[in-house]
């Protein structure tokens, strides 16, 4: 039976799995540390290392670690004699795992639309105060050879702005590929809704593709008319990042203790649905950028390849011990402690993304150990001191140290027991690692091994945490958030469709997307699929490439990289000028703009809380539930209820939406200064 | 017929507008589409459609209809399962290559000459 691949990050783990046929051709080539990733893989590999990225921020390891708690206390209930101990922790396991399992589900659509968007429209840019991991990730692995050059701080900051440009031009081109336009036209033909669909519908629905993908393009309206910097789709995606991902409100209202399930959800829901339908806080976006610029200065002026960054990119172990300690702290008092300790691997694993292995044979001697691939290459490593020796079967791993972005090969003794050192034959990282630093990727490598002796642990208590009548709350619960997701994503969704066509809109796109908005044009979607989704942050990209100044920077091989650009973008590039230029249509947005209602916000926020009494809603989600008090989830996702809902949203988002000329302007005065 | 044990041609990397087009052109029995879940816990991208076709004249007709119409793209991969008479089954790969310059009669011989059969059966 053939069987599709698709490639995955899983939550709870932080496993990456990339299915492409060709990076699984080019990975042993990719042991070598100068090779740089193929250029076909890259749009897919942003998707991943997007997902990647989320899950190891404040939320994602809070998630986690809430998942890892829930089985500990799940553990900690079978074992114990007391019968009301054992109460107390079914329900506090129970409490976890819905929390943990609510949040996801809320949060799907966004990180589906987050990665997509990474997949599809952003593009690296020297422009942008600070980078996105994932494109900073990209970056470092297509430039492997050339980021180890520099020698000096002019040095590195001109072969950032190379690599960086390189990266570009290979991402553009890349998207160019049928391949990605065929991955485009399935994006658009998703259901807007993020529900279930009826049984036999030929779309896979319910993961919120389309959902998600509309909201992040309509945030980003909303965004760069707060700030200019935010037009730079790079610098968008750190900004959602930031915004939803490093929330330390999200974090403490998952982690708050004053109330159970169903009452302790509410907060949670409502605040992300405040979230996602409010329009952007002016100034949590320029406290954002400020923070951004401090983090720019700092690595102007260090003297190494030091691409500005995230914060909490360049700590990721210090935030996981932080958390570690307020989540999982207790429980490493109590029995059980075992599982704690694998746990705590796991979430050391966590912090490195995987692009592959591969089989080796293994001959160590002392020294050296020469690992045979399954083509007949030999590759030599440096043997780790407490190597065992001989000859046996291994696996050699290659993966992104995540944050730092260091590329790190080592081969693992597939007999290995999780607890010894010596699992680990040989290392190697670029650049080459301090002792600290290996020690903890070592950690991390280690880490990645113990979900599988977690979830053989777990097997053998099966049959009694079946038996825990608590968790059997946690489905229901789900089922109740899944049918809020259309409340929350498609009014944010369909922001920018004009009202009076709003309800065709609904209608056509809940179970076909666009493909059934254009009433099944074959060769509209297409066209959309091709000359759509590049959006003006792209063009952007290819205009600031063709500037002289731009290309006065780099080095001969990347304006030769840049003159190959295909013709049909400079075509594009003469449309936008034309458009820019346009009188008549700046016009119209100076109109718009002076149609903008004060205090508009405020009303919206006043009247957002009607639509959680809805009593149709209400009366569904009952039915949902089985008869329960569901009173935290009331708001449903009917069509008219949207509707109200997204009449509401734009009164309150109204003259924050809409192109401003004035950031294309502003834009352009930057680029002159 | 069932897809595992008849020859069959496999359609790798398809999108959904042309898995509409070929859902329109054949008989449900004929066509398989291997789903593609994830479980809950995961996160990733839509992946690539694949489509399993049983072997049939109609079929044949079908997917030569679709890499006519699909010239741009440069090269589609089929792969033919063979199930011999001892059990076993074999998997064939071939690429049928096709461009904006090539003519319909030159897809459609490819396409004949991959599967072994013969073009009358398209007439």
New interface residues.
Partial sequence: MVRPMRSLTEYFTNHTVLSSAELAQALPRLIDPHEALPQSVLPTFLHEATHHWCFSSAVGTTIALLSVRARLRGLRAIATSSTRERENLERAAAEDLTRVEVTRELMRPLSEGIATFAEFDVLPTIRAPAVAAPLRWAIQVCNRSLLTEGTSQRDWVTLRNEATMRTAVALSTSRQDWSVRNRRVDILQQPLSCSNLPEGHASRGKEGYLAGYLAVKNLWCNARNLHEYLAFADYYMLFLYDYFYEDDELVRLLLDDSALAPESLAPITFYMRDRLLEPLDEDRVKDFHRRMMAVRSNAHSSNSLHFPSHPNDNRPSAQTEQLWERVIGDEMRVPCADYALFAKGLMYGRELMSLGSVPVEASVTKGEAVLTLPQGEALRLHVDADAPLGRFAATLNLCIGTRSGYHVVYALNNQFYVKHQAAIIAMQAMPALSDEQLRVVRRAALGRETPVVLDQLMRLEQQPLEGLRELSRVPGYLSQTTELLDGMYEPRALLSVPEQVLEEAIVKMRSDGVYGLLDEREDLIRAIAIHACPDKGKRRGFDRLREPRDLSLFARGARDLVRGIPGRVHARRRRTASVRDDPAGQGAHEARRERQVPGAHSQARRAAPVARHDRRGRDRIRRTAGGRDASVLRVGGDSRRTRRLLRMVRQGARGHHGRDPRTGARLRQLDEA | MDA?TADAV?I??????????L?KALPAESLNV?A???????????????A?VVVSALAVKAIAAWLVKNR???RATL?RTVTRVDGSVEALTYSVESSTSSSDAAVIQQLTAALKIDPSTLR
């Fill in positions: 595992a496999v790798s990397g398809i999108d959904a507008l042309e898995l509409r087009a859902r291997p593609s879940k994830l479980a809950p816990s995961q996160h990733g991208d839509l992946g690539a459609t694949t399993v741009g793209r440069t792969t």
